[in-house]
């Protein structure tokens, strides 16, 4: 999953910019749903969900940049190294 995003051109600092605004984002919907909803819980529970995200932006982010730091050391090698490595690397997580 995380090789596939990589490919599609999302990386780490977009993920690590995405877990900051979610976490702005949490306290404004807390904010406004404490203005607009009668019960404070539901309030407290709208920042909440909203807050949970920030972790999981923040674990992609992480792994983008191994996925990164990766690349980074493999381009350095030559192509058939690279090839072996991933066969490697496939046999690995197949339980091979």
Known sequence: MIRALNRMGIRSGMMYTAGLISVGASFVSWMLSKEMEQDIARADRWG?????????????????????????????????????????GRRMTAGI
């Open 48 to 88: 909440l969900f909203v807050g949970e995200w920030a972790p999981t932006f923040f674990a992609i982010g992480v792994a983008l940049r191994i996925e990164e730091t990766r690349q980074e050391i493999m381009s350095g090698r030559p192509e058939e190294e690279m090839r072996q490595e991933e066969r490697m």
